[in-house]
């Protein structure tokens, strides 16, 4: 009976895995409403790629600026992710997230 569970739990970890690894992949993208920014996420809310539409900037700065928005903004989501996980851990809601 031990050995079925162990097996199970071993399903079970492969299918999270699996499904991380799908969420990692698919990704969503969005146009601010002027159509000078483009934002890509992935299915685990990370930003993976930012895309600035002004043709006066320099093209280096432009990447610069593109980059630093990407990890800026992952910065202050995994800062948000971790205070709800905190919050919700003291509560026992949820599983505790």
Same mark, same amino acid.
């Given at each position: 009976?031990?050995?079925?569970?162990?097996?199970?739990?071993?399903?079970?970890?492969?299918?999270?895995?699996? +499904?991380?690894?799908? +969420?990692?992949?698919?990704?969503?993208?969005?146009?601010?409403?002027?159509?000078? #920014?483009?934002?890509?996420?992935?299915?685990?809310?990370?930003?993976?790629? #930012?895309?600035?539409?002004?043709?006066?900037?320099?093209?280096?700065?432009?990447?610069?600026?593109?980059?630093?928005? #990407?990890?800026?903004?992952?910065? #202050? +989501?995994?800062?948000?992710?971790?205070?709800?996980?905190?919050?919700?851990?003291?509560?026992?809601?949820?599983?505790?997230?």
């Amino acid at each position: 009976m031990l050995g079925d569970m162990e097996k199970m739990a071993k399903i079970f970890q492969d299918e999270i895995i699996h +499904l991380k690894e799908q +969420l990692k992949n698919a990704h969503f993208t969005e146009i601010s409403s002027d159509g000078l #920014v483009t934002i890509t996420a992935n299915g685990l809310e990370e930003i993976v790629k #930012v895309n600035i539409q002004l043709n006066d900037l320099n093209p280096e700065i432009k990447h610069y600026i593109e980059c630093s928005t #990407v990890e800026a903004t992952n910065k #202050v +989501l995994a800062e948000v992710k971790e205070h709800l996980k905190q919050k919700f851990s003291n509560t026992g809601l949820f599983g505790g997230i």
